[in-house]
Structure formats: structure tokens, C-alpha cells
């Protein structure tokens, strides 16, 4: 090797050399900054709290899955989901600040922005709605202009009872034309033992199938095809000010997708979902009313929760306002909104 040769050599290598050193310092240094940047797994995850309806059941599927698959984990959330000791209590707790979200339901959460709780919708859950007018299918009663002269069972006054009469009057009857009992949601007793001739409030996945597990069949006339606008049934409310503050917001909005990639899961492995839902009580959760809920109610979950309707949600606040349970026909962005 000639004496230049080994000059250019020695050069070459020298130079390799010092570039690996400068990547290698360069890596250090980001090293360490990712060091003093990163979270400790320990405590990066962002605690949430949801308050339910009511009673743990297949309606809350989406959720159930979202955690169970760790959706909610790898978007840095730690979800509790809680069962509530009284179902009027989630949106009052949430509007204090004593949880983070609660489920409810589209028609009670406008009345509850109407009496000043600041609340938002941020997501739905269950995107038509559930309840029924549901009558024994051997009644005779075959559409709802036959129910005049009969006793109907209700459990909830105000919207309920208006839900009834606007299914009455768009059947040519009023509510003079039948008798109304409280039962006391005791639904299914009161239409089997020939209390009442019909009940409102009856759920299309739950009730009919309670009927079935006695041997009986029943009929539901839906409020949306009866004169009710449409609306979603189960819907998941934040406190306004979470929602309105961008930091929070992020959060919340990753609670939503997690949401929803938990129902799209749910949806196309439904049989692999309901072993994950019944997993942490199988003898409670596991029933075969609950598994004939869960068949029902997948049709029903909303596959893009975010989305909102405005035209809908606008369309049940004038009707509400009509009817007189609301004051007011909110803005859209003081109680429902898609968050970015």
C-alpha cells in the first residue's frame, strides 16, 4: 500500500469513525430528553369515571369490550365503569363534579339542560330508540287505535306519559280514552297477570324476551313509527365546562374513539364479545335473558358515536317545547355537540 494510499485510508477511516460518534452522541442526547419528557407507565394513564343508567346489562356492551380489549389502555385511559345506587343520581353527580361521564338518555338530558345542569351529550350509545308500547300478542290488540277502553301501566311520569298520548293521538285517541296505572316498573307482571292490557315503557330487547322466557309472546308498537320523533336512546353526557376546555377535550374525545372501535369490535365478533362481557360475573351477567338482550340490542348500538344529528336533536327540542317539558329550544354547542 502506497504512502498515499494509507494517508486516504487512514483519513477515510478517521472520518467513519467521527460520524458513528456524532449519531451516537446525537441519539444520547435525544435518549435523554425522551427521558425527561416520557410518563412512567405507573402514572401516565388518565383515571375516568362513567356512571351507568342503571343495573349492568348487554346495553353497555360497547363500553364492556373497549375496556376488556384495552382500547381505553392504549389511548392512555383507565375507565371505571360504575352501576349506580339510584339511576336519577349520574347526571347530577357528573353536572357536580363527582365522576366524569354518566349515561342517560337523549329526551330526560334536554329537560335537565332545561333546569340548569351543565351538561353535554359527547357520544351515544344506543342511536334509536328502545321504548315500546308493548301489549300480549293474544290480546286481540292489534295496532294501537284498540286500545281505547283499556288499562295501560306506566312507571314514570311527565315524558313518559307524553310519549303515551302522542301515541294515542296519532292513533285517533286521546288519553281520556284509557286508563292509566303506575305499576311501578313491574312491566312484565303487570300485562301477565292481567293487571294492565298494555304498558309504556317497555323496552323492544328486554321485555319481549321476558314475556318469552314465560311462554308467552308479546307485541311492541315502536314511539318513533307511533307520531314520537326519532331520538337516541341511551346517550353519554360530560360536565359542560370539561367539554368546552381544549385540554380535557382531548381526553374525552379519546374515551370516544375507544368507544367506538369497542362497538365496532363488539359488532363483528359478537359471540367472542359476549364471553368478555359475562367474564367478571358469568352467574349474574350470564343469564338467558341477558343473552337474548344481547342478540337484540346490536342492531341498535351507534357505530360512529361522535356523530351527531343536529337536525334530529333540533326536531325533539322544538317538540319538547311544543309539548311543554322544556322552556326553551337550547343552542347546539350549550348541550350536544361532536367533539374534534
Not at 1 to 13: A, D, G, N, P, Y
Not at 97 to 103: F, N, P, R, V, Y
Not at 192 to 211: K, P, S
Request: proline residues 6%; hydrophobic residues 45%.
Amino acid at each position: 500500500m502506497t504512502r498515499i494510499v494509507r494517508k486516504r485510508f487512514s483519513f477515510l477511516l478517521l472520518f467513519m469513525v467521527m460520524t458513528v460518534l456524532s449519531q451516537f452522541g446525537q441519539f444520547c442526547q435525544f435518549s435523554l430528553a425522551a427521558e425527561k419528557t416520557a410518563v412512567p407507565k405507573s402514572t401516565e394513564k388518565q383515571e375516568l369515571k362513567i356512571l351507568l343508567d342503571w343495573f349492568v346489562n348487554p346495553d353497555h356492551a360497547p363500553l364492556f369490550i373497549a375496556k376488556e380489549k384495552g382500547f381505553f389502555a392504549k389511548r392512555g385511559l383507565d375507565v371505571e365503569i360504575i352501576a349506580p345506587a339510584d339511576p336519577k343520581d349520574p347526571p347530577k353527580l357528573v353536572a357536580a363534579g363527582k365522576a366524569d361521564l354518566a349515561i342517560t338518555y337523549q329526551p330526560q338530558h334536554l329537560m335537565q339542560v332545561d333546569n340548569g345542569l351543565p351538561l353535554i351529550r359527547i357520544a351515544t350509545l344506543i342511536s334509536l330508540p328502545l321504548n315500546t308500547v308493548m301489549v300480549l300478542a293474544d290480546s286481540g290488540i292489534e295496532n294501537m287505535s284498540q286500545l281505547k277502553g283499556k288499562t295501560i301501566g306506566y312507571s314514570v311520569g311527565g315524558f313518559e306519559t307524553m310519549q303515551l298520548e302522542t301515541m294515542l293521538n296519532y292513533n285517533g285517541l286521546t288519553k281520556e280514552d284509557v286508563k292509566l296505572v303506575n305499576v311501578n316498573f313491574s312491566l312484565t307482571p303487570a300485562l301477565l297477570t292481567g293487571r294492565v292490557d298494555a304498558v309504556i315503557g317497555a323496552y323492544a330487547n328486554f321485555e319481549l324476551n321476558q314475556l318469552a322466557l314465560e311462554g308467552k309472546e308479546g307485541r311492541a308498537f315502536n314511539v318513533e313509527e307511533n307520531g314520537m320523533p326519532p331520538y337516541d336512546e341511551l346517550i353519554i353526557v360530560a360536565q359542560k365546562d370539561k367539554v368546552q376546555n381544549p385540554s380535557s377535550a382531548k381526553v374525552l374525545r379519546r374515551f370516544v374513539d375507544a368507544l367506538e372501535e369497542g362497538t365496532r369490535y363488539l359488532v363483528k365478533h359478537p359471540e367472542e364479545s359476549w364471553q368478555l362481557f359475562i367474564k367478571s360475573n358469568p352467574d349474574e351477567l350470564g343469564t338467558e335473558l341477558n343473552k337474548m338482550a344481547w342478540r337484540d340490542t346490536l342492531p341498535f348500538f351507534a357505530l360512529r358515536p361522535a356523530t351527531i344529528d343536529k337536525k334530529e336533536y333540533l326536531r325533539l327540542a322544538e317538540f319538547f317545547k311544543e309539548k311543554g317539558l322544556i322552556k326553551r329550544v337550547p343552542e347546539m354547542q350549550n348541550y350536544a355537540v361532536e367533539l374534534p
